[in-house]
């Protein structure tokens, strides 16, 4: 198979790497408009095979002609946060470009996947349904993969546990309205509300909540370790059809009662993309804050709408 990422920035070429170090595809495209940038990166990358042993090449490119034949594409392309930035302020701007790149992409690669990285995730990722026309099952955003390590890396450093033993389901849009869902973690099948009490969890949700605002403040922009490494473990639920339950902002028809846009849920992952979005019981609360969430995302979408049409 082969995979061809977006944008050669920190996100880009850590989805590149993750996937290429995982022996799973045959090629991995790195792509961008900067020359010699990932022509620069691959090459690296490539050089790092003997020492990680992985066989997959790592090619970059300027030229979508490159692309052509692409089983799975990761978009990455688009301006980072920067301090005082919030997702959504980077709308219009990112709109234009995961436009132009979808765009661009498609034609030489029609029966593609699509994971969008780019922020403002859940927005962006319609823009390149849209662009796309590809069936609703083959374009995804990268938004609850992320959110959830983000969350189990918390409680790990909270109580001491292995991550491996950590199981956790957030759902809604990406930012500061995800809907992590305490009821659905666990800890080696422990409830975590049996190991912590409210008010701890509580805080660990809302440092997950701006888990990424908090990287940004350090770095001076965003992150990308766990943003690229989230993709590709994607990549590779696709790749590998295992049939994984990951969350993933998904079109959801009516599921949770949703219809008509991107959105946080568990999806069941594989050949082709998704192949269900699985739904779990809500309480009236957590259904009051995914209904909060997705009220936030239509808001979003009408605004880019604005901000086209003007």
């Known amino acids: 198979m082969k995979v061809t990422v977006v944008g050669a920035g920190n996100v880009g070429a850590t989805v590149a790497e993750c996937v290429a170090r995982k022996d799973m595809v045959k090629e991995v495209v790195l792509i961008d408009i900067v020359e010699g940038l990932p022509q620069g990166k691959a090459l690296d990358m490539q050089e790092s095979a003997p020492i990680h042993l992985f066989d997959t090449r790592v090619k970059g490119t300027n030229d979508y002609a ?4 692409t089983d799975i594409c990761v978009i990455t392309a688009g301006l980072p ?31 593609a996947i699509i994971i969008i990285v780019s922020n403002p995730l859940d927005v962006m990722t319609y823009v390149s349904y849209i662009t796309s026309g590809f069936p609703s099952e083959r374009v995804m955003g990268m938004a609850g993969v992320l959110d959830t390590a983000r969350y189990r890396a918390f409680l790990s450093m909270e109580l001491g ?48 909540k701006t888990g990424g605002g ?97």
């Open 81 to 111: 946060r920067k301090p005082g930035m919030s997702r959504d302020d980077l709308l219009a701007k990112n709109a234009s470009i995961v436009k132009s790149v979808t765009e661009q992409f498609a034609v030489g690669s029609p029966n």
């Open 161 to 208: 546990v292995s991550v491996k033993d950590i199981q956790a389901l957030l759902m809604g849009g990406h930012g500061d309205t995800m809907v992590p869902l305490p009821r659905y973690t666990t800890i080696g099948g422990v409830p975590v509300t049996e190991l912590l009490d409210r008010e701890r969890i509580g805080a660990i949700v809302d440092r997950t």
């Open 66 to 69: 490159d692309t052509a034949g």
């Open 214 to 310: 908090e990287i940004v403040k350090l770095m001076g922009t965003s992150a990308w370790y766990a943003p690229g490494a989230a993709a590709a473990e994607m990549v590779e639920a696709i790749v590998k059809d295992s049939g994984r339950v990951l969350p993933a902002a998904a079109w959801l028809s009516g599921q949770y009662g949703l219809d008509g846009l991107f959105i946080g849920a568990p999806v069941r992952l594989g050949a082709g993309g998704i192949q269900e979005v699985v739904e779990v019981e809500l309480t009236a609360d957590e259904k009051a804050l995914l209904d909060e969430s997705a009220q936030h995302v239509r808001a979003n979408l009408a605004s880019l709408e604005r901000l086209q049409r003007a």
